[in-house]
C-alpha cells in the first residue's frame, strides 16, 4: 500500500529533524570549520538567552510537541495495524475454511461406514440439542463420539441450506460494493482526464484507465447501468462511435428492467 500524503509529511518532517540536529551538533563540534563552529554557537548563544527570557512558554511547547509526535504517530501504527489486519482477514478465513474442510472431507468415509453398521436410529435424525444436549457441550470441548459426529452432519441440512442462502446474500453485497468502487475509480480518472489536454498522452491514459474500471464493474454486473452508461462516455470521449453505441444499447435493454432510472440522453 502507497503511504498517504499526510504519513510521507510525518516522515519527511522527522527525518529533516533528525538530519537539521546532527548538522548543528557537527558544526558546533567543529567538524566544519572554526567559521562555522564560531557562528553557530553565536546563534546557540542566542537561542539560550531566548529560552532564558521565555522559559516556561518554551517548556510548555516543548511539552506538548514531545507527546503528541509519539501518540500521533502512535495512532497512525495502530490504524496501520487495522488495516493490515481487514486486508489480510479474507486470506485467513480462507486458510481456517480449507483446513476445516480438510478435517471433514478426511472424516467423511468414517461417517459413512459408520452410519451403515447396526446403530441406534430411534432419534437419529433429531437434533442432538433436543436428544442428547450435553453431547453438543462436549463438542464444544473438544470431546466428541463418532455417533455424535455423524448425527451432527445428518442433521445439519437445513441449517447448511440456510447458510448457503445468507452467503448467496452477503457475495451478492460484497459484489456491489466492489461495483461501486470500481465506479469511484473510473470517476476518479474521468475526472482528472476532464482537467488535461484532449488527445494528449495523460489525457488517453486516464481515459483507459476510467474505461478500464468500467470493465471491469460490468464483469461484476453486467447490467448496470453506471457502469455501462460511464463506459459509454469514455469509448465517446475516445472517438469510439461503434463501441460507444454498442453500450448505449445495453444501455437501453438494462434500463428495461429498471423502471425507476432514467436512460441517458443521447447527445
Known sequence: MESGTFVRRVVFALYFLIISTLIVVAGVAGLFGSVIEVW??????????LYGDHKAVFDWSILILGSSIPAVTGVLAILKGFYYAERNLPD????LLENASHKHLAERPAMLAYVTQ?????????????????????????????HYRTKEFACSVDLFNGELNTLSAKTAEIENRMVTGRLIRGAHFSAKAAVLPVDSSEWRDQVSLALDEYR???????????????????????????????FLARVVVA??????????EVS
Open 118 to 146: 447396526p446403530i441406534d436410529r430411534e432419534e437419529f435424525l433429531v437434533p442432538s440439542i433436543y436428544s442428547h444436549p450435553f453431547a453438543r457441550l462436549g463438542r464444544m470441548l473438544g470431546i466428541s463420539s463418532q
Open 92 to 95: 485467513r478465513l480462507n486458510d
Open 40 to 49: 553557530l554557537e553565536t546563534r546557540v548563544g542566542e537561542i539560550q538567552r
Open 216 to 246: 471491469a464493474a460490468l464483469k461484476i454486473r453486467g447490467s448496470d447501468l453506471d457502469a455501462l452508461e460511464g463506459a459509454a462516455v469514455q469509448h465517446r470521449a475516445l472517438g469510439n462511435d461503434i463501441e460507444e453505441l454498442k
Open 255 to 264: 434500463a428495461e428492467h429498471e423502471p425507476l432510472r432514467a436512460c441517458p
